[in-house]
């Protein structure tokens, strides 16, 4: 049971390694040409993982610790409760982090494409925006046409002070 314990943790391990370092090559391999992105940090990203890892890996040694010290058979099925629970946070977590780095936003002198999960791409031109709300310190807020939010900028975002250049030179 504990090798196959250990097997279970290390094979977890290394596909969360490959979902953290691989994400950061699929978004800059999506970029169009000609464009820039402006996105959330990754290490926003990444802290969202190690919430998650760490959650995990703090149940994993605890189970394997309680049982190994002759935990009593009632017990171990609400340790399994646990682990199961642990297992669901680290899922949970992971998806997370990878919604987040889908989250995105291309631009240059001319166009605007908004990726959002679960929704289409948004492709706008730079003269379909109508208002700008906000400090460009701070947050910026673009409205289109019609009075519909479109997208909100936080000075945190990669890219923002590119972003703002552009805005400002529309």
């Known amino acids: ?22 994400r950061n090559r699929r978004q800059k391999e999506k970029i169009p040409d000609g464009m820039d992105i402006l996105c959330d940090p990754s290490e926003q990203r990444y802290l969202v993982y190690a919430m998650g890892i760490f959650v995990f890996l703090g149940v994993m040694v605890i189970s394997v610790l309680y049982i190994r010290a002759g935990a009593p058979k009632e ?40 990726e959002r999960p679960f929704h289409e791409t948004r492709v706008f ?10 400090k460009y310190g701070s947050t910026i807020h673009l409205y289109h046409l019609d009075g ?15 972003f703002c250049e552009v805005l400002q030179n529309r």
């Open 1 to 22: 049971m504990n090798k196959f314990l250990m097997k279970l943790m290390l094979l977890i391990i290394a596909g969360i390694i490959y979902l953290i370092t691989g």
């Open 75 to 114: 017990a171990r099925m609400m340790w399994g409760l646990c682990v199961v629970m642990a297992v669901g946070i680290l899922a949970v977590t992971i998806f997370s982090g990878n919604m987040m780095a889908k989250m995105c936003v291309y631009f240059n002198s001319e166009l605007l494409y908004i």
């Open 125 to 134: 031109k730079w003269y379909e925006i109508q208002k700008i709300e906000g």
């Open 148 to 162: 519909t939010k479109i997208l909100t900028v936080y000075a945190k975002m990669v890219n923002y002070k590119h």
